[in-house]
Nanobody
Framework: QVKLVESGGGLVQPGGSLRLSCAAS????????MAWYRQAPGKQRLWAAT???????KYADSVKGRFTISRDNAKNTVFLQMNSLKPDDTAVYYC?????????WGQGTQVTVSS
């Protein structure tokens, strides 16, 4: 089986923090690039952050300096630490695995930033 499951979403106040997790089962993704995307209601799904197999990271301008992507290959898990959250960060957050050109997606986890 091949499965990606995001977790850690929820309701948080502006300025708060959340840590999202994406756990893969059925395979090791140690040699795969991993990414986080997000999609607000009525909006296109947009890329937020990437971590490559060698640990290099890249961020969209909208999250740079606030979000940190990391991975624990031993646990087949990728994380997204989100700090200084803004209402505009409200979205469903999706984990993506790039397996040698094939994309695998999780089901998403809802993040709502609101007072």
């Amino acid at each position: 089986q091949v499965k990606l499951v995001e977790s850690g979403g929820g309701l948080v106040q502006p300025g708060g923090s959340l840590r999202l997790s994406c756990a893969a089962s059925g395979r090791s993704f140690s040699r795969d690039n991993m990414a986080w995307y997000r999609q607000a209601p009525g909006k296109q799904r947009l890329w937020a952050a990437t971590i490559t197999s060698d640990g290099s990271t890249k961020y969209a301008d909208s999250v740079k300096g606030r979000f940190t992507i990391s991975r624990d290959n031993a646990k087949n898990t990728v994380f997204l630490q989100m700090n200084s959250l803004k209402p505009d960060d409200t979205a469903v957050y999706y984990c993506k695995e790039d397996h040698y050109g094939l994309a695998y997606w999780g089901q998403g986890t809802q993040v709502t930033v609101s007072s």
